[in-house]
């Protein structure tokens, strides 16, 4: 046999029975004698005058509270501080916490050594390339066409190495910038 708790939201539709307690409750209270509902008022207006008591006591003892921390030089900029590196601390100290660290630590040495072995991977690769004969015969041929300009241009440079030509290259290419001169009008030929 199931025990089943029942509560204000049960899921079963009302039945006949509970319609007919519903009816038969009174909301006007008007069983209630004229004495003991000013009996009741009575106590209400005592309870909220005690509840306004309470407040104004404290809202003194929070002035109180703020007064004395405000002498020993505490403030609620430090105790935002204090809570906010105790929740650090706590955070850090968790089960959760530490499980993450370690399992993005560990991902981090796998990516680290992933990125390494491509990095190995494409530095053979480029090394392979540049020893295969077709990257030889591009470079030949560019060497070639180079000097051939460099020759027509007549530059005195001989050849050299593919890395040779193309420095030489950037440095004419810096040194050939234009420069801003200025000149009277009167010093251009016609």
Same mark, same amino acid.
């Given at each position: 046999?199931?025990?089943?708790?029942?509560?204000?939201?049960?899921?079963?539709?009302?039945?006949?029975?509970?319609?007919?307690?519903?009816?038969?409750?009174?909301?006007?209270?008007?069983?209630?004698?004229?004495?003991?509902?000013?009996?009741?008022?009575?106590?209400?207006?005592?309870?909220?005058?005690?509840?306004?008591?309470?407040?104004?006591?404290?809202?003194?003892?929070?002035?109180?509270?703020?007064?004395?921390?405000?002498?020993?030089?505490?403030?609620?900029?430090?105790? &935002?501080?204090?809570?906010?590196? #105790?929740?650090?601390? /706590? +955070?850090?100290? %968790?089960?959760?916490? !530490?499980?993450?660290? *370690?399992?993005?630590?560990?991902?981090?040495?796998?990516?680290?050594?992933?990125?390494?072995? &491509?990095?190995?991977?494409?530095? #053979?690769?480029?090394? /392979? +390339?540049?020893? %295969?004969?077709?990257? !030889?015969?591009?470079? *030949?041929?560019?060497?070639?066409?180079?000097?051939?300009?460099?020759?027509?241009?007549?530059?005195?440079?001989?050849?050299?190495?593919?890395?040779?030509?193309?420095?030489?290259?950037?440095?004419?290419?810096?040194?050939?910038?234009?420069?801003?001169?200025?000149?009277?009008?009167?010093?251009?030929?016609?």
């Amino acid at each position: 046999m199931e025990t089943r708790q029942q509560g204000f939201l049960d899921s079963d539709p009302l039945r006949e029975a509970d319609e007919d307690i519903a009816s038969e409750v009174n909301l006007n209270n008007s069983i209630m004698t004229e004495e003991e509902r000013e009996e009741i008022q009575q106590e209400l207006t005592k309870l909220e005058e005690e509840i306004s008591t309470l407040k104004q006591v404290l809202s003194s003892k929070e002035k109180q509270h703020a007064e004395l921390k405000q002498k020993l030089g505490m403030s609620s900029l430090n105790d &935002l501080k204090n809570n906010f590196s #105790r929740g650090w601390h /706590d +955070m850090q100290s %968790s089960t959760a916490y !530490k499980k993450t660290t *370690e399992t993005l630590s560990t991902a981090g040495q796998k990516t680290s050594a992933a990125f390494t072995t &491509l990095g190995s991977a494409i530095t #053979r690769k480029f090394g /392979d +390339m540049r020893n %295969s004969p077709s990257f !030889k015969s591009f470079e *030949e041929k560019v060497e070639t066409t180079v000097t051939t300009i460099k020759t027509k241009v007549g530059s005195t440079g001989t050849g050299g190495s593919f890395e040779d030509v193309l420095s030489s290259a950037a440095n004419a290419t810096s040194q050939d910038t234009p420069t801003n001169n200025l000149t009277d009008s009167s010093e251009k030929p016609c």
